[in-house]
């Protein structure tokens, strides 16, 4: 069985950039979801993806975008870079009906100069 | 707003003692509980769960326990090991409003010395 997976590990950005994060779901996994942890912070939803559509969104701008292939796979799309969206990115995969068992890549660390 | 929050940035504690780790939320709606571990240049791993139909859940040598009139869980590991040393982060959903997310707490890190 395989895990979640992310690419790249590292990735760093200057302000206004835009930059696109990649996620490999656990096998057998539908739902994906993305998260941002700041440092210091807990994780923070930004939206998760089932069957290839949105479902659900938390309290961040348009810029953050998302897509999710029919092999569930994933991307996350941020534009227009801030310095403040420097940050670990973690993407995590579940079965549908069973969100709360969320298995978590290991993240990518944007920062944003 | 933080909706989850644990107030201990740091817990110390010998093997083979208990860890207790503490959090607290504030939404009435979340009806699940989760604690996921974290060791460095990893993703968050799934630890234990509680519904709130519960208040008690045991795992091998971790026990979740859930007060709800109070709005504050625990995790108590026993015994300690070093192995145990992680950051520890406590999360709750709702099923109500379709349990797509988790809101996670700001961590405890927990140190076992041998």
């Known amino acids: 069985e395989t895990g979640v997976t992310q690419s790249p590990t590292h990735l760093i950005k200057t302000r206004g950039q835009q930059v696109t994060l990649r996620c490999s779901s656990q096998?057998?996994?539908?739902?994906v979801s993305w998260y941002q942890q700041a440092l210091g912070q807990g994780p923070q939803f930004i939206f998760q993806?089932?069957?290839?559509?949105?479902?659900g969104r938390g309290n961040f701008p348009p810029r953050f975008s998302g897509l999710q292939f029919p092999n569930y796979s994933s991307e996350l799309n941020v534009n227009a870079l801030e310095l403040d969206d420097s940050a670990l990115y973690l993407c995590?995969?579940?079965?549908?009906?069973?969100?709360?068992?969320?298995?978590f890549g290991p993240g990518t660390r944007l920062t944003v100069l | 707003d933080q909706q989850v929050k644990q107030n201990s940035p740091s817990l110390s504690v010998q093997e083979g003692r208990i860890s207790i780790l503490n959090c607290d939320y504030t939404?009435?709606?979340?009806?699940?509980f989760l604690w996921y571990k974290k060791y460095p240049a990893e993703g968050p791993t799934f630890l234990i769960s509680?519904?709130?139909?519960?208040d008690k859940n045991e795992d091998g040598r971790f026990t979740v326990f859930l007060n709800k009139s109070a709005k504050h869980l625990s995790l108590h590991i026993v015994p300690s090991q070093p192995g145990d040393s992680a950051v520890y982060f406590c999360?709750?959903?709702?099923?109500?409003?379709?349990?797509?997310?988790?809101?996670f707490g700001t961590g405890t890190r927990l140190t076992v010395i041998p």
């Open positions: 999360a709750a959903t709702s099923y109500q409003t379709g349990a797509n997310n988790l809101f």
């Open positions: 939404n009435s709606m979340f009806d699940y």
């Open positions: 509680i519904s709130s139909i519960k």
């Open positions: 993806y089932y069957r290839e559509e949105e479902n």
């Open positions: 995590a995969s579940s079965l549908a009906l069973v969100n709360n068992e969320q298995f």
């Open positions: 096998s057998g996994h539908n739902t």
